[in-house]
């Protein structure tokens, strides 16, 4: 399968791939060449994928004893100086969630892939679920913010993969490709651009001397600082403890005040620039479908559904899920009549679109428990109900 | 006779702007520390070549001290990060330095099995049969009836013979020594950084705060004499006969030094044998 990978391991062409190789695929167009994974289904196969495709592009990958060490080896390869990732699925992901929370506080910037499946706990492997969307958010202890992108298509599994680790690069924060079983396992045409025409954000190296740099001084004009790698001199000194710009320990409250002020604002300030989303038929509409990942390409048919029945009905398709877009909710929560909520899960994002409406406009959940996904006629129904 | 020097000659190795260090007086890290650092001073090693990972806990505050890159990672998983770090920069010389708590009881997995796959690492375990940070618990090495806070009437587990563990898990370093042999620590050192694999050096130290008070054995200084008294060096002993037992004999030297492919250059060879030219080997970033 290394045929036609280019020098920079880009296999460019069209494919006929399912989600989970293309996010494979995406990362190593995006330049990881290392990822540390622990097999669980549904998302093996991003990590079979780098398995069998990086000793033709120069990657490494090692299959760990457990999820614990996967979620950190990674994090050892990228002040290595590599890109990196690691791949896994529901229990796997609840057992990473510290090392989420040391990549927030390090900076160490990494793309995790979650292939969710429906819990909690064992719960229906390996079928579809959309069960740990806050757990994206909120699953590490302590406080923090990072990135949560939701494909609905091999295509984007590859193009948000890129992006992932673009975003990663951009705010040295943990990005989170969040799939679905279905997504990951539905094959479709994938078209892998050639190299020079994918936009890929390199890594921010300092230009500073030992000595003059500080590991967590933002850069000039930003709120990201710049990096360095092991082995060039700086005696870097990266701890999961609250720091000083020098990357040194400080127990006390202004220091923490401080660090997690920037932690924060590197998100928070940058809403604009990381939030996407794509909108259909929002003008005039009474009506508005929020979704994301499978269900998304399930409301589909029920909103043509009702669309034939002569509802006023558009779509809102979060494709970042954290940061939440809240402007865009907010605004449209002043035009339309109803949101509705399909999602696999018995009410998580919704809790969102309700919590922005602030009772402007009737938010309607249509909850599924996972293990499949949504019979269009009962979006359908939550549609025209809506629009009443 | 040598001239007076004006710096000790282990503070260029040291962050001693951080100094003092948290470990109390009489705790044997520090003295570990000493000896890691005059190691890499005899060795003459690119200080830039090495990376220094921890875990949690008192051990797991070294990385913090010495100068060199260095990473205080999350309890028990210092040794996955530097193995990704080892596997990511074979140029680099990387040494996991942790307590007993950290490396074999939440760490343990990782322990067995990176000494199983020979990731090149030099792991140097304090092991002060307690953990020191969290207010002195049982660990896997505190001797049956020594008295932990979470054993107040005396712990009642078998404990791990650490040398043998790693050994049979096929270590291609394997040495023991206590806080008293701090000349043979920084040999072995030495010797142990320069080896590919994985390397083990297991250091009993003294915990005065909170396991030789506890149990009612003096301070830091009365156990260097207990282990000076009770010490007995025999260098390739057979790690099957170096059990530790309460306040009884301790065996110590080097007890296991072989070769064998490293967890990088078996990953290599196998690539190279089943792939052939089409192989493209691992690049160092930033290297040509």
Known sequence: MSGNADSQGVLTGAHYLDGDHACGEGAIAAGCRYSSGYPITPSTEVFEKLAQRFPFVGGRCLQFEDELAASIALYGAVWGGTKACTVTSGPGFSLMQEHIGLAAITETPCVYFNVQRAGPSTGLPTQPAQGDMMQARFGSHGDYRLIALCPNSPQECFDLSVEAFNLSEEYRVPVIVMLDEVVGHMTEKVVIPPAEKLKITERRWTKKKPGEFKLYQAAEGSLVPEMAKAGDGYKLHVTGLTHDERGYPAMNVPTHQKMQTRLFDKILKNVDKIVRWEERDLAGADVVVVSYGITSRVAERAIQMAKDKGVKVGSFRLITAWPFPEKQIIELSKKVKAFVVPELNLGQMVLEVERLSAGRTKTVPVPHVGGTVHQPEVIFNAIVEAAR | ?288
Not at chain 2, 86 to 103: E, F, H, N
Not at chain 2, 138 to 165: C, D, H, I
Not at chain 2, 204 to 213: E, F
């Open chain 2, 1 to 288: 006779m040598s001239p007076p020097v004006k710096e000790n000659p282990v503070n260029k190795y040291l962050r001693m702007e951080r100094m003092p260090s948290i470990w109390c007086p009489g705790c044997g890290i520090g003295t570990t520390v000493n000896c890691f650092a005059r190691a890499l001073d005899e060795s003459e090693i690119d200080l830039n070549t090495v990376a220094v990972v921890s875990g949690i806990g008192c051990t797991g505050r070294v990385a913090g001290y010495m100068n060199v890159d260095s990473f205080h990672t999350t309890h028990g998983r210092a040794i996955p990060f530097a193995t990704g770090l080892a596997m990511a920069r074979p140029d680099m010389k990387v040494v996991v330095y942790s307590g007993d708590g950290d490396l074999t009881a939440i760490g343990g997995n990782h322990l067995v099995h990176a000494a199983r796959r020979n990731a090149d690492l030099m792991v140097v375990c304090v092991n002060n049969f307690t953990y020191g940070m969290t207010g002195g618990q049982v660990t896997p090495t505190t001797f049956k009836t020594a008295v932990a806070s979470t054993t107040p009437y005396g712990a009642f587990e078998e404990t791990f013979n650490l040398p043998r563990l790693m050994d049979s898990c096929g270590a291609t370093f394997v040495a023991r020594w206590t806080a008293f042999h701090v000349r043979q620590i920084a040999k072995s050192m030495n010797e142990a950084i320069n080896k590919k694999g994985f390397r083990f050096i297991e250091i009993l130290a003294p915990c005065p705060t909170l396991y030789l008070r506890r149990n009612k054995l003096g301070e830091g200084l009365d156990e260097m004499k207990f282990y000076k008294e009770k010490s007995v060096v025999k260098n390739g002993a057979n790690t099957a006969d170096v059990f530790l037992d309460y306040r009884k004999e301790i065996t110590v030297g080097k007890f296991v030094d072989r070769e064998r492919p490293s967890l990088n250059e078996a990953m290599d060879a196998r690539m190279r044998e089943a792939l052939g030219a089409k192989y493209v080997p691992y690049k160092i970033p930033g290297k040509a």
